[in-house]
């Protein structure tokens, strides 16, 4: 039985051995739209109508091209589909580097592209410290418009970005934007994990703070000052140290700390990295959590549950975040109005075993 090539068939034409399949593979192994023609005994037009589901292929030529496109693991690049139909049906997650808040991003982010018919690709130039500010630029223009459809950017450095395509913004380092944005209640969530530690008795806290270029940093240092204002304690400036995000940064800040002839009964800290990182710290110097030094962290990242002990922690809602950041995206790209532009996710607190009262009672 033998195929026809213009696209109306009877039937295709099977039967090629494995080693001739290998042979017409491409130089560089990636299976070509000719090789599935040849392999399937139709012409490139042929494969071309049911890739892409067009009329007038027999059906059982489409069913039995299918299979060969299985068979032989062809895909079409995703320069060429955008080329022909204007979309790649991709969306790009666009962070700076792989840590783990831009990791919980990407798990919410594959929740919300179930059954939508997208998929997802990742984009991370690996952290480099020269691109620590404009990245989103950089990489905006290597995949918008060509690899991928629409963008969520993952704590952007700038959003006075203009590209051809919808972009939403997670947790935006200079805040809301012209730009959609997704971000938690950074502010209210700090005051939550300081208030839990002033309830508790204490009013020697130290805070280990974020990056100050970052308005998620700068909120939370003031939801610890409006914590210990709305409290009546006066802040103890001499309490504070830089810590940037940075594990090992902030150990070095929770060891200053420490080391202060009157040391603070507890830290507050501004991400879970710098909680952890201070953990180790009074691990070091034989302090025991929460016996003699309380700690509480921002975030939620799942190391949190499993450090020693289980660290006390105000939970954003990371995951949920990507997730909704993508629901944003996908409605933009089918034209649709946003019921709401910026979006703020609640922070709640959550108790685990690193904090106690002062000298270790619950």
Not at 97 to 125: C, M, N, Q, W
Not at 243 to 249: I, M
Not at 291 to 306: K, Y
Request: aromatic share 4%.
């Amino acid at each position: 039985m033998t195929g026809q090539t213009n696209g109306q068939t009877n039937g295709p034409m099977y039967g090629r051995g494995e080693d001739e399949m290998t042979e017409r593979r491409s130089t560089n192994g990636r299976v070509t739209m000719q090789q599935v023609a040849s392999e399937a005994g139709v012409s490139v037009s042929t494969v071309s109508k049911v890739i892409n589901g067009r009329y007038g292929v027999a059906s059982e030529t489409s069913a039995h091209v299918f299979e060969v496109v299985n068979r032989l693991g062809y895909e079409a690049s995703l320069v060429a589909r955008s080329l022909r139909n204007s979309r790649t049906n991709v969306l790009g997650v666009l962070v700076a580097d792989f840590e783990p808040f831009s990791t919980e991003v990407l798990k919410g982010a594959a929740d919300a592209i179930r059954d939508t018919g997208f998929e997802l690709v990742a984009y991370s130039a690996g952290g480099r410290v020269d691109e620590h500010v404009g990245w989103e630029r950089r990489y905006l223009s290597r995949v918008m418009g060509t690899l991928v459809d629409g963008a969520v950017l993952v704590t952007p450095t700038v959003t006075d970005v203009q590209y051809d395509g919808p972009i939403v913004a997670v947790d935006p380092h200079t805040g809301r934007s012209s730009l959609p944005t997704v971000t938690a209640d950074n502010l209210q969530g700090a005051r939550l994990g300081v208030d839990h530690l002033l309830e508790l008795g204490h009013r020697r806290i130290g805070m280990v703070t974020g990056r100050p270029d970052l308005i998620s940093a700068r909120l939370r240092e003031r939801g610890y000052r409006e914590a210990h204002a709305a409290a009546g304690v006066p802040v103890d400036e001499s309490l504070l140290r830089l810590g940037a995000f940075e594990a090992a940064q902030a150990g070095d800040a929770a060891r200053e700390l420490l080391a202060l002839p009157q040391p603070p009964t507890a830290i507050f800290a501004a991400n879970d990295a710098s909680a952890l990182a201070a953990l180790e710290v009074a691990a070091e110097l034989g302090l025991e959590v929460p016996e003699r030094l309380s700690v509480v962290g921002f975030d939620n990242i799942p190391d949190s549950a499993l450090s020693r002990p289980p660290l006390t922690t105000v939970q954003q809602p990371i995951r949920q975040m990507g997730h909704d950041a993508v629901e944003m995206l996908v409605a933009l790209i089918a034209g649709e109005e946003l019921a709401h532009t910026h979006v703020t996710l609640e922070t709640t607190l959550v108790r685990r075993r690193s904090t106690a009262a002062p000298g270790g009672t619950p």
